[in-house]
């Protein structure tokens, strides 16, 4: 607890200052929105689905997020029109049965997400067919027309088998159909790779460890699977479209230090030992993007501290963005290491954790899990957000090493005015270069007479997908303002400000 201590002030320090300097400009603020497990959707018309989904995108803005991971193929189904894979069951209630009337949930994510100034990042699991040990996969599944790609565990599961070239082709192929049909911002996969271990028990992939795995430790030739996996997609991407990212959401824990001196002082379950995901090798080579640990345990937790494991990740990120993942339960539900002596803002570790994140020079904001607890409001925790951490809008820091130039600055931006409201409205740069094109907008206001500081995030009005925003007359305020737009393209460069009065 020595360590715990030496912290208390710095972490007073940290909130005092940043509660001062307000909110950062730029900050992924993501929120992980599953479907599976969701009973829900299955019981909604199309109309009140989507009536749902545009309420939770709103409730999720005024939190700030401004990255939605929408989850698309829980297990390898589709919740999207697709000629590869059945209808999810839990976006119909049956597999394979296509939403009546017809809709795409992907594309509706994807428009409401944008107009809004979000990205969409698509979530699939790679591997995973079916859930339980009764279920079998739908008429018209790959599983039928390619029995030998699948094996069942031990926990009575149904999975693609990694090791074989085939399986890694398919899920590249559904990949390819998803980015070349789709404008997602990123393709996302959680920690399930490998399954997780039923005790005693080996994963049955004699054959193609039999067939492919001459020379290899198992260990070893698993991760090799997993990495060729992550490599073959990254590819991919760039060859389709290269400023769509790859990321990752790692288990927390890629090995503690009594088992390697590169590991992290914890004593837990080993994402590269148990489901042989070499996490810190994909960032390293440069196969993705952005990396999301899963670090939902408490500051203090004995076996896996949140605290031990926030130091450890932020020297893993390699030159990618770093992003925790966060289980608002776990952090609403559990007080502060500072709360006994009055040293912390909020009596719950959210405080502390955003502080962290924010000091700590590798990590550029939260995830959080799940979303559905941020627009329950569990606990305060979107009144929270909304009012303090996330108060201000955001942007997302810039992929530089997809590219790193700005766009072209926005044109024709004009403001007209009534009694009621305030509309300014401008027209996109124009470019041949997908690059280079604006995919969202940033609308600044300052006082009349000012120098305009984009750099504030006091300043920023709204980020939007849209070319206009019209503006509620306070009578009440007295203040004279300006307004600026920028244009903000696919890796998030941002252009010059053109202004207004």
Known sequence: MKAFKILLPVVAALMALSAMAGNPKREF??????????????????????????????????????????????????????????????????AGKAPNPMWDPLQFMIDETHKRGMELHAWINPYRVTTNKEEMPPKGHV????????????????????????????????????????????????????????????????????????????GDWRRNNVDRLIEQLHNTLQELKPWVQLGISPFGIWRNKKNDVNGSETNGLQCYDALYADCPRWTAMGWVDYMVPQLYWELEHKAASDLTLSYWWNNRANGRHMYYGQSVNNVMTHRDIAAAKGDTLNPTQLDHKVRLMRELENVQGPCWWPAYSITSNFTGVMDSLATTHQSTPALIQPYTWLDNIAPAPVQDLSISKDKKEVTIQWQAP???????????????????????????SANIYAITGLTSVTIPIDKKDKTKWAWAVTAVDRCNNESTPTLVQ
């Not at 409730?59 to 939605?68: S, T, W």
């Not at 000629?83 to 999810?88: A, G, M, T, V």
């Open 29 to 94: 603020r993501g929120a992980w929105m599953h479907i599976i497990g969701q009973g829900q959707y299955a019981k909604m018309t199309t109309a009140e689905t989507q009536t749902y989904l545009v309420d939770q995108l709103d409730k999720l803005q005024k939190a700030g997020c401004n990255a939605i991971i929408w989850q698309i193929r829980p297990q390898a189904d589709a919740a999207y029109v697709s000629d590869l894979e059945p209808w999810s069951r839990w976006i119909t209630g049956e």
């Open 430 to 456: 124009t470019s041949t270069d997908p690059m280079q094109q604006a995919a969202r907008y940033v609308v600044y206001r300052y006082k009349q007479g000012e120098a305009l500081d984009i750099e504030d």
């Open 143 to 218: 599983y039928y027309e390619h029995p030998e790609w699948f094996v069942k565990y031990a926990d009575g599961k149904i999975y693609f088998d990694p090791g074989l070239p085939e399986c890694r082709n398919f899920i590249d192929k559904v990949v390819r159909d998803i980015v070349t049909r789709y404008d997602v911002d990123a393709i996302h996969m959680d920690d399930y790779f490998y399954p997780y271990p039923v005790k005693g028990e080996e994963f049955p992939d004699d054959a193609s460890f039999a067939k492919y795995g001459r020379g290899w430790d198992r």
